[in-house]
């Protein structure tokens, strides 16, 4: 398998859209700043999520785009993509995003003067709802390869150990281990300018966490965003009860949204790939003690 002619044309036609918006955007608003809320996640880390709570605050402006490194075909996006796509959003708008932690990425976010918000999960999590999004969503360029799989253990075991070049013979497409792939994301941990959401700390008791440390978070993000609500207006308008859990495809993946869902799909072979490429790394995240579980 390998790259289609018509789906390079199709980016480069993409990018002449959004270039044509963002010089637009630029002409009209001359040197007026204007202040965007990135909603950025690692993939299928619960991005909406996320984005439901955002698009409740007023004054935010919901926006249908989403901008990310890789396009469905597999194609990386350039960093002129990811610039004229941000910079196309109108004033306060939230930017969800699939944006890895770089130096060049940070740049283009700091000409936007971004309000950075990243959102991750437990990578087990991660990996069943990959694996489950990969098959059922045919404009992916991993689905033909998944669909060829004889079931789902086997598709669960590409999302965790990754997908190499020439498997199967003669395709030129890949996806590294779940472990390299998040480590392009973990920059955004240590950012001084971003706040950090672990998924299982917003989603509440509708999903099987804390509802005081859901609210607790949604006041984080008030104050990061330099805003704020009477008390009484966050447990009522923000409890997990309160969201739509049917607007997020997210949460009704990888366990119905639920912390440890995986827990229903890994075999004994699913937990020592996923030890052997990401043991430490869900140590240092703090989801387990040590590799005995």
């Given amino acids: 398998m390998s790259y289609q002619v018509k789906d390079i044309?199709?980016?480069?036609?993409?990018?002449?859209?959004?270039?044509?918006?963002?010089?637009?955007?630029?002409?009209?608003?001359?040197n007026r700043l204007k202040t965007l809320f990135l909603c950025n996640s690692y993939p299928k880390s619960g991005t909406h999520l996320l984005y439901q709570i955002l698009y409740s605050l007023p004054g935010l402006v919901k926006w249908d785009d989403i901008v990310s490194v890789q396009a469905l075909c597999g194609v990386m996006n350039t960093a002129d993509h990811i610039r004229w796509k941000i910079g196309s959003a109108p004033d306060r708008a939230i930017v969800r995003s699939h944006l890895m932690c770089t130096?060049?990425?940070?740049?283009?976010?700091?000409?936007?003067?971004?309000?950075?918000?990243?959102?991750?999960?437990?990578?087990?999590d991660v990996a069943v709802?990959?694996?489950?999004?990969?098959?059922?969503?045919?404009?992916?360029?991993?689905?033909?390869?998944?669909?060829?799989?004889s079931g789902f253990d086997e598709q669960l075991m590409s999302s965790i150990k990754g997908v190499p070049v020439g498997s199967p013979f003669g395709s030129n497409v890949s996806?590294?281990?779940?472990g390299q792939d998040f480590a392009r994301w973990k920059g955004w941990l240590s950012h001084p300018e971003t706040l950090t959401i672990k998924f299982e700390d917003l989603?509440?008791?509708?999903g099987g966490g804390s509802e005081e440390k859901r609210l607790y978070?949604?006041?984080?993000?008030?104050?990061?965003?330099?805003?704020?609500?009477?008390?009484?207006?966050?447990?009522?308008?923000?409890?997990?009860?309160?969201?739509?859990?049917?607007?997020?495809?997210?949460?009704k993946k990888g366990g119905k949204g639920s912390i440890g869902g995986w827990q229903t799909y890994f075999k004994e072979e699913h937990k020592d790939a996923?030890?052997?490429?990401?043991?430490?790394?869900?140590?240092?995240?703090?989801y387990e003690q040590d590799l005995n579980w």
Avoid: N
């Avoid at 996806?175 to 779940?178: A, F, K, R, V």
């Avoid at 989603?203 to 509708?206: D, F, I, P, T």
């Fill in 217 to 251: 978070l949604v006041e984080q993000i008030l104050d990061h965003l330099e805003m704020s609500l009477p008390a009484d207006q966050i447990r009522s308008k923000f409890a997990s009860t309160a969201m739509d859990p049917e607007e997020s495809h997210t949460f």
């Fill in 129 to 149: 709802s990959h694996a489950r999004w990969v098959t059922k969503e045919p404009r992916i360029f991993l689905h033909p390869i998944y669909q060829q799989m």
């Fill in 203 to 206: 989603v509440g008791e509708r």
């Fill in 274 to 286: 996923f030890k052997k490429v990401a043991g430490d790394l869900l140590i240092e995240l703090d």
């Fill in 103 to 124: 130096d060049e990425i940070l740049e283009i976010l700091q000409e936007h003067h971004c309000k950075l918000l990243f959102i991750y999960r437990d990578l087990r």
């Fill in 175 to 178: 996806q590294p281990d779940i």
């Fill in 9 to 30: 044309f199709r980016l480069h036609a993409r990018d002449f859209v959004f270039q044509t918006r963002y010089i637009r955007e630029k002409l009209l608003r001359g």
